[in-house]
Every structure is written in structure tokens, then in C-alpha cells.
């Protein structure tokens, strides 16, 4: 049967063109999938994940093109001096699989095989921190002015208020200085995400909207258990009530009319069209009506 034997147009996306792109993207825009501090940003071979890194093409080198965006440094907690620890974070794949699946196996919490009409995302990121010797830090450690606190008879303990310089408030400093890198303490891991979705119509006939809708995602082997689940809660949160919603496409707005005599618009539901936008053969298909 031809793609058009229920249509006047068919198009259709490969679910290779897709990641083909990508992979485009990784070679001539590496900036946009790798993030790090100074050192990294001039040292990419110290980058956690190197595959991404040897697949840059050459001609980004040669022009002087960024490999890694340049980070702010990572502030430390209850630290107000100048220095910041480093750290990486890469975007090392990412990949959609059409119904059938083909392109990455799902984990059996998404309970494999992928399902008909349905697609799937595959994510991994990785990131790595430098971390500093302990002795390192011990001597870089600011100096505190010693704390006595008085005791007063009945056994209470007067806490004398704390000098502070000029008696103005402490200023939180962001830091401007990395700690002194040590490339033995680099501490790098990965995480895969998998995201399972499916386009659904809504709205009446007479403003139909097709969206995506989440069926399940699932990140693969955090320990314990309840952060994996923790952090699954919040993505699926994040996903369903901030990105997902923003993604909708009016049927409407794909309606043209060249003056009166010819209109252009998406196919109807019907028996013999049953999903429009169908996922199936690896690809996305879209079904077109021209009315004279």
C-alpha cells in the first residue's frame, strides 16, 4: 500500500535523521553538550567522558573553536573566600527510538519491548569533580578567631556575640580562584536516563491539539533507592507540570488556504488513518489533505 493511498501528502521523519543530527552536533558544536571550570575548558582530555571529546571534528581545533563552555566555579557551603572547587559536566548522548525499538534496549523497569504508537528518549550525562586532598584543604582552610563561651553560675553558658569587621554585615564572596587542581582526584560518573512518551490529541473537534504525554522514565541504578525514586519524582514533576504543557501544536495552525480555491491541512482520523501523527517504522509519520 502506498503512503498515499488515504492522504494526498506524506511526510515522514527517520528516527536516524534524528540522532544523525545530533551526532552533527557533538562533532561541530561540542560546546553545547560539554560544560566545565577553567582547567577543563583549556584541558578537554581531563573531560570524564573522552568518546565525545575524539569524535570533535578537527576543524573546530584548528579555527580555535570552544570544545567545553566555561563554568563558574562551585562555591562550597558555609566558605566565604575566594577559592571554588572545578568541575565537568557533559551531555555525552542522546537519542530517540521509534516504535519498533531498535536504536537502545529499555531497562525492565520500563517493561520492555517498546510499545506501539510510543517512543523513547535515552539521555546520559556524565560529570566529574576535582577533588582536593584533605591536607590541601586543611591548609587552605581560612583562619577563625577561637570561640569561649563563659559559664555563669546555675550552670548556663553565655555565648558572647561574635566580632564582626566594621560591624557590618558578612559578605558571601563568589569564588574568583579555583583550589589547586589535582588531576588523581578527579571524581567522574554517568547517568542514563530513559524517558518513554506518546502523542495524544486533545480538545474538541473543533480545536484539536495534538501533545506529547509521559508514560514512564526511569534512571538506571542510583543507590539507595529511595534518591533514585526521589529524583525520578521530581523529573517526572518537572517533565509533566513545566515542559510537556509547553509543547503542544494547534491542528489549526497547520491549516492553509491558498485564496479560495485549495486548503492544506492535516488528514482526519478516520478507520483507514487511525494516527496522525502515526509512530511506527521508526519514523513519525504525518498525513496531508489538499480540498480543492
Same mark, same amino acid.
Given at each position: 500500500?502506498?503512503?498515499?493511498?488515504?492522504?494526498?501528502?506524506?511526510?515522514?521523519?527517520?528516527? @536516524?535523521?534524528?540522532?544523525?543530527?545530533?551526532?552533527?552536533?557533538?562533532?561541530?558544536?561540542?560546546?553545547?553538550?560539554?560544560?566545565?571550570?577553567?582547567?577543563?575548558?583549556?584541558?578537554? /582530555? !581531563? +573531560?570524564?567522558?573522552?568518546?565525545?571529546?575524539? &569524535?570533535?571534528?578537527? *576543524?573546530?581545533?584548528?579555527?580555535?573553536?570552544?570544545? #567545553?563552555? /566555561?563554568?563558574?566555579?562551585?562555591?562550597?557551603?558555609?566558605?566565604?573566600?575566594?577559592?571554588?572547587?572545578?568541575?565537568? +559536566?557533559?551531555?555525552?548522548?542522546?537519542?530517540?527510538?521509534?516504535?519498533?525499538?531498535?536504536?537502545?534496549?529499555?531497562?525492565? *523497569?520500563l517493561a520492555p519491548p517498546l510499545q506501539s504508537q510510543h517512543l523513547s528518549l535515552k539521555?546520559?550525562?556524565?560529570?566529574?569533580?576535582?577533588?582536593?586532598?584533605?591536607?590541601?584543604?586543611?591548609?587552605?582552610?581560612?583562619?577563625?578567631?577561637?570561640?569561649?563561651?563563659?559559664?555563669? @553560675?546555675?550552670?548556663?553558658? $553565655?555565648?558572647?556575640?561574635?566580632?564582626?569587621?566594621?560591624?557590618?554585615? #558578612?559578605? @558571601?564572596?563568589?569564588?574568583?580562584?579555583?583550589i589547586p587542581f589535582n588531576r588523581e582526584g578527579i571524581i567522574c560518573f554517568c547517568l542514563?536516563?530513559?524517558?518513554? !512518551?506518546?502523542?495524544?490529541?486533545?480538545?474538541?473537534?473543533?480545536?484539536?491539539?495534538?501533545?506529547?504525554? +509521559?508514560?514512564? !522514565?526511569?534512571?538506571?541504578?542510583?543507590?539507595?533507592?529511595? +534518591?533514585?525514586?526521589?529524583?525520578?519524582?521530581?523529573?517526572?514533576?518537572?517533565?509533566? &507540570?513545566?515542559?510537556?504543557?509547553?509543547? $503542544?501544536?494547534?491542528?489549526?495552525?497547520?491549516? !492553509?488556504? #491558498?485564496?479560495?480555491?485549495?486548503?492544506?491541512?492535516?488528514?482526519?482520523?478516520?478507520?483507514?488513518?487511525?494516527?496522525?501523527?502515526?509512530?511506527?517504522?521508526?519514523?513519525? $509519520?504525518?498525513f496531508i489533505t489538499l480540498t480543492v
Amino acid at each position: 500500500m502506498a503512503f498515499t493511498d488515504h492522504c494526498d501528502i506524506f511526510a515522514g521523519i527517520h528516527e @536516524k535523521s534524528f540522532n544523525n543530527v545530533v551526532l552533527q552536533l557533538q562533532r561541530q558544536r561540542p560546546s553545547l553538550f560539554n560544560y566545565g571550570t577553567t582547567t577543563f575548558a583549556n584541558h578537554p /582530555e !581531563l +573531560l570524564c567522558n573522552q568518546r565525545i571529546i575524539r &569524535m570533535v571534528d578537527p *576543524e573546530v581545533r584548528a579555527f580555535g573553536n570552544p570544545i #567545553v563552555k /566555561e563554568e563558574p566555579l562551585l562555591a562550597i557551603p558555609g566558605y566565604d573566600g575566594p577559592l571554588g572547587l572545578e568541575y565537568c +559536566l557533559q551531555l555525552a548522548e542522546l537519542s530517540i527510538d521509534f516504535h519498533p525499538s531498535n536504536v537502545h534496549s529499555l531497562p525492565v *523497569e520500563l517493561a520492555p519491548p517498546l510499545q506501539s504508537q510510543h517512543l523513547s528518549l535515552k539521555g546520559r550525562a556524565c560529570a566529574g569533580l576535582d577533588c582536593p586532598t584533605q591536607d590541601l584543604l586543611i591548609k587552605l582552610a581560612p583562619t577563625e578567631r577561637p570561640f569561649y563561651p563563659s559559664i555563669l @553560675k546555675g550552670g548556663f553558658i $553565655k555565648q558572647p556575640p561574635r566580632e564582626q569587621p566594621n560591624d557590618g554585615p #558578612v559578605v @558571601k564572596q563568589t569564588p574568583t580562584r579555583p583550589i589547586p587542581f589535582n588531576r588523581e582526584g578527579i571524581i567522574c560518573f554517568c547517568l542514563d536516563l530513559f524517558v518513554v !512518551l506518546h502523542v495524544e490529541r486533545e480538545g474538541g473537534a473543533g480545536d484539536p491539539v495534538i501533545a506529547l504525554r +509521559l508514560d514512564n !522514565l526511569e534512571i538506571v541504578d542510583i543507590k539507595p533507592d529511595g +534518591l533514585e525514586n526521589a529524583v525520578e519524582c521530581f523529573l517526572r514533576a518537572m517533565l509533566i &507540570m513545566g515542559v510537556l504543557p509547553k509543547v $503542544k501544536l494547534a491542528l489549526d495552525s497547520l491549516i !492553509l488556504s #491558498v485564496g479560495n480555491v485549495l486548503t492544506i491541512g492535516p488528514t482526519p482520523i478516520s478507520p483507514l488513518v487511525p494516527f496522525n501523527p502515526a509512530i511506527e517504522d521508526d519514523q513519525i $509519520k504525518a498525513f496531508i489533505t489538499l480540498t480543492v
